[in-house]
């Protein structure tokens, strides 16, 4: 089982906001990581630590953590956002080891 | 522009060998960790294993250690990742992919593509 927890399923209305969490006791002293993943395509970094957004990621796309969960907001939320989300961070028994969530998938409606 | 690609997809038997490759290019390839992520059919992200090709310190996921082996050709900007024995459980989609930042506070930034092992008799 993984250190990181994710709902399996969430759905959002078009234009609608959602937030998809990963829980875990490493992400009290790490932040998390997260990726997108559509049907046959490799991950893709949405958010990166300290809530950051890579070039070339749309601004509706924003992290935040409190406690031990991190949380993925997608603010206006469009068809193509619809993909499995993972929560990646570190390990909390051996912090030189990764861990990813189990992952979320995105339905828009 | 950095890349990461990956060796095609391979069909193999149980019991057989395997080394796929994964090849950087448009960075320091001795610079940055490189780790290995499986994808069984339909299911989600693994962290399977890490190393630094500046000098191929390692680090494995209890999950795969002893199961496969992880390493690099610095001469050719390539990490590898390697089984003696495959099992029809090994059957899944291996990605590579490169580790930005410090170990323990750094994330993946680029990925490659992918390369699908299929184990069947």
């Known amino acids: 089982s993984s250190e990181l927890t994710q709902d399996p399923a969430v759905s959002v209305a078009l234009g609608q906001t959602v937030r998809i969490t990963c829980q875990g006791d490493?992400?009290?002293?790490?932040?998390a990581t997260w990726y997108q993943q559509k049907p046959g395509q490799a991950p893709v970094l949405v958010i990166y630590?300290?809530?950051n957004r890579p070039s070339g990621i749309p601004d509706r796309f924003s992290g935040s953590n409190s406690g031990n969960t991190a949380s993925l907001t997608i603010t206006g939320a469009q068809a193509e956002d619809e993909a499995d989300y993972y929560c990646?961070?570190?390990?909390?028994?051996?912090?030189?080891?990764?861990?990813f969530g189990g992952g979320t998938k995105l339905t828009v409606l | 522009e950095v890349q990461l690609v990956q060796s095609g997809a391979e069909v193999k038997k149980p019991g057989e060998s395997l080394r796929i490759s994964c090849k950087a290019s448009?960075?320091?390839?001795?610079?940055?960790?490189i780790a290995w992520v499986r994808q069984m059919p339909g299911k989600g992200l693994e962290w399977m294993g890490i190393?630094?090709?500046?000098?191929?310190?390692?680090g494995y996921s209890p999950s795969f250690q002893g199961q496969v082996t992880i390493s690099v050709d610095k001469s050719i900007s390539t990490a590898y990742l390697q089984w003696s024995s495959l099992k029809a459980s090994d059957t899944a989609m291996y990605y590579c992919?490169?580790?930005?930042?410090?170990?323990?506070?750094?994330?993946?930034?680029?990925w490659g593509q992918g390369t699908l092992v299929t184990v069947s008799s």
């Open positions: 630590p300290k809530n």
């Open positions: 490493s992400l009290r002293n790490y932040y």
């Open positions: 190393i630094y090709p500046g000098d191929s310190d390692t």
């Open positions: 448009g960075y320091s390839f001795t610079s940055n960790w």
């Open positions: 990646y961070s570190r390990d909390s028994s051996a912090n030189l080891l990764g861990v």
């Open positions: 992919a490169r580790h930005l930042g410090p170990r323990v506070t750094g994330f993946f930034d680029y």
